[in-house]
Nanobody, 120 residues
Framework: VQLQASGGGLVQAGGSLRLSCAAS????????MGWFRQAPGKEREFVSA???????YYGDSVKGRVTISRDNAKNTVYLQMNNLKPEDTAVYYC???????????????WGQGTQVTVSS
């Protein structure tokens, strides 16, 4: 599985962004997809994940502000982020594995990352 993340950019606090992660391969629909982020000098942090069946999970720092979804016909997972805050500034990565997890080390495939910068 190859993953390509996109949709990052510069946005003012309170704004919104939608990240996309396009996957190659016919087995996308059987994989759980996760989003993680990493700010400079910090550890990689779980943001959100969606199981192959559509169950969704969110990190405490973003709960209520982000929505994850997937379109298996397009082999794409989305992360809609609203009410963005400066502390959301990070490189956002998408990842895939067979079963849902909040642990980044357990994911098998990773995208290249997309930068999200939120100005105050």
């Amino acid at each position: 599985v190859q993953l390509q993340a996109s949709g990052g950019g510069l946005v003012q606090a309170g704004g919104s962004l939608r990240l996309s992660c396009a996957a190659s391969g016919r087995i996308f629909s059987s994989y759980a997809m996760g989003w993680f982020r990493q700010a400079p000098g910090k550890e990689r942090e779980f943001v959100s994940a969606i199981s192959w069946s559509g169950y969704t999970y969110y990190g405490d720092s973003v709960k209520g502000r982000v929505t994850i979804s997937r379109d298996n016909a397009k082999n794409t997972v989305y992360l809609q982020m609203n009410n963005l805050k400066p502390e959301d500034t990070a490189v956002y990565y998408c990842a895939a594995r067979r079963a849902y997890s909040r642990e980044s080390g357990l994911y098998d495939y990773w995208g290249q990352g997309t930068q999200v910068t939120v100005s105050s």
